[in-house]
């Protein structure tokens, strides 16, 4: 089994920054592509960023100069580094990744159990 751990959620200033963190960890052959996904109170879940295995990297419009993701493939972990923060940032970030186990042979796609961030004015 596998399991995506984020880390780095907080209360942070508007202006502010915070660094999110998703570790996968388990019976893991390959991490494929990962992304961050934020949702907001009464909202539905909406795609903050991707990464693929050779860094290739996508970005909603709503976060592009000021976010930027990263990944270290050695540690099969994620990385999110928010800077600028404004209250509408204010989520619920949850951890995507797309995960060829041991035992695997195609790409499954797994959860971590989210982390919030909120971005106070």
């Known amino acids: 089994q596998v399991q995506l751990v984020e880390s780095g959620g907080g209360l942070v200033q508007a202006g502010g920054s915070l660094n999110l963190s998703c570790a996968a960890s388990?019976?893991?052959?390959?991490?494929?592509?990962m992304g961050w996904y934020r949702q907001a109170p009464g909202k539905l879940r909406e795609l903050v960023a991707t990464?693929?295995?050779?860094?290739?990297?996508t970005y909603a419009d709503s976060v592009k100069g000021r976010f930027t993701i990263s990944r270290d493939n050695a540690k099969n972990t994620m990385y999110l580094q928010m800077n600028s923060l404004k209250p509408e940032d204010t989520a619920v970030y949850y951890c995507?990744?797309?995960?060829?186990?041991?035992?695997?042979?195609?790409?499954?796609?797994?959860w971590g159990q989210g982390t919030q961030v909120t971005v106070a004015s």
């Open positions: 995507n990744a797309n995960v060829i186990t041991q035992s695997g042979y195609w790409g499954s796609d797994y």
């Open positions: 990464i693929t295995y050779g860094g290739r990297t």
């Open positions: 388990g019976s893991i052959f390959r991490v494929n592509v």
